[in-house]
């Protein structure tokens, strides 16, 4: 059964803790990304992966890191520097389809709550 | 900057038809996506176009003009399962997705 799973779904976080979100694909898909949804805003690119061990910052990476060790896994890390991690954070691969088209596909989220 | 717009709310009734337009300003095109993503859901693919014109998928279709830098998704025949957010999202010429912060689309009976 093909997809992408996170976990946990919900995760509670205290103050100056770290906490790792997990992100697993079996759809054998190169690229994996990071995003952040807050109410009323975009998504926000965290952190992106286009080949194993090997990892770029997006637009909001303070805070935040990851690791590449496997292309199944790309696991985030909210540190205690993130001042403000209360959101929903979303997992996606990307599926590229020829030189210029690549459609990214969602797991299903974690929530982030801080204690 | 980089910039999409979106209406932020939208009712409509069951069994009608809305259109959600979504216009953007980005450095470079490589395509233009429509998501939908139900209240505490991760976003599902609807549809991509690259080329102006409109793509017709089932109930749900979507138009694009470069020129004019616009975008529409048309739902026809709404059920009340369409009530969700949809999102638009630009790819630009670092291949790297801008995202609209989404029309919540309100179907009522």
């Known amino acids: 059964d093909g997809g992408i799973t996170q976990s946990p779904k919900y995760l509670f976080r205290k103050e100056g803790q770290n906490v790792t979100l997990s992100c697993e694909q079996n759809?054998?898909?190169?690229?994996m990304y990071w995003y952040r949804q807050d109410p009323g805003q975009g998504l926000r690119l965290i952190y992106y992966?286009?080949?194993?061990?090997?990892?770029q910052k997006g637009d909001i990476a303070e805070g935040y890191s990851v690791s590449r060790e496997k292309k199944e896994s790309f696991p985030l890390t909210v540190t205690s520097a993130q001042k403000n991690p209360t959101a929903f954070y979303l997992c996606?691969?990307?599926?590229?389809?020829?030189?210029?088209?690549?459609?990214?596909?969602f797991g299903p989220g974690t929530r982030l709550l801080v204690l | 900057g980089q910039n999409i717009d979106q209406p932020t709310e939208m009712t409509a009734t069951e069994g009608a038809i809305v259109q959600i337009n979504c216009t953007y300003q980005?450095?470079?095109?490589?395509?233009l996506f429509w998501y939908q993503q139900h209240a505490g859901e991760a976003p599902t693919f609807l549809s991509y176009?690259?080329l102006d014109g409109l793509e017709e998928k089932g109930r749900f279709s979507s138009f694009l003009s470069r020129s004019k830098g616009y975008s529409y998704l048309l739902l026809k025949e709404l059920q009340m399962k369409d009530s969700a957010s949809y999102l638009c999202?630009?790819?630009?010429?670092?291949?790297?997705?801008?995202w609209g912060a989404g029309t919540k689309l309100i179907i009522k009976p």
């Open positions: 996606a691969t990307g599926n590229r389809q020829g030189r210029r088209k690549e459609t990214q596909y």
């Open positions: 759809l054998n898909h190169d690229a």
């Open positions: 992966s286009q080949i194993v061990n090997d990892f």
């Open positions: 980005t450095s470079g095109f490589n395509g």
């Open positions: 176009n690259v």
């Open positions: 999202a630009v790819m630009d010429s670092n291949y790297q997705l801008i």
